[in-house]
């Protein structure tokens, strides 16, 4: 099984957010179940397909982030070499064909949020500036297509 790269910052998160479905979260789904139990034939009533079907959601997110937790691995920040691009760095890129630059911080699969430019390890800008340093230029094999960028500055 594949391992979720992630700082323990996320880990702590999904620690905190598994907690909260087990206890409180499905307390409450229990009580809608009970609830709707309560308002007779079960055949014809939606409130308790409903409530049952909010209890399968969550089961299957509780099961879902355990299986995260059990195969995380933490990645200490500054753990990469010096000068060159890990997980936890803040990279700038030039973009060669537009000349556009922009700073992206690598992280893990579970932390990336493309929109807040928080790219993936395993992204395939990810993955083409990882190991890289200062100066470097990387080909990115994308599904739009390829594209060059030139790696201005690797912060830790």
């Known amino acids: ?10 880990y702590d998160e999904l620690v905190e957010e598994l907690n909260y479905l087990q206890t409180v979260r499905e307390k409450e789904v229990a009580e809608q179940i009970k609830e709707a139990r309560s308002f007779g ?15 399968g959601k969550l089961y299957s997110k509780i099961a879902e982030i355990k299986n995260v937790i ?40 579970q ?6 430019m928080r790219i993936s390890d395993d992204s395939p800008m990810g993955r083409a500036l990882v190991d890289r340093k200062k100066g ?3 080909v990115v094999h994308a599904p739009a297509g390829d594209f060059t960028l030139e790696i201005l500055a ?3």
């Open 1 to 10: 099984m594949d391992k979720f790269k992630m700082s323990k910052t996320r």
């Open 136 to 138: 470097d230029k990387v």
């Open 70 to 109: 059990e195969n995380a691995e933490i990645v200490a920040e500054g753990s990469a070499r010096a000068g060159r691009v890990s997980i936890g760095s803040k990279v700038t890129v030039k973009d060669k064909a537009t000349g556009d630059e922009d700073t992206y911080e690598i992280v893990g699969s």
């Open 154 to 156: 690797v912060k830790a």
């Open 41 to 55: 034939d079960l055949s014809e009533n939606s409130e308790y397909d409903e409530a049952k079907t909010e209890q």
């Open 111 to 116: 932390e990336a949020d493309p929109l807040h």
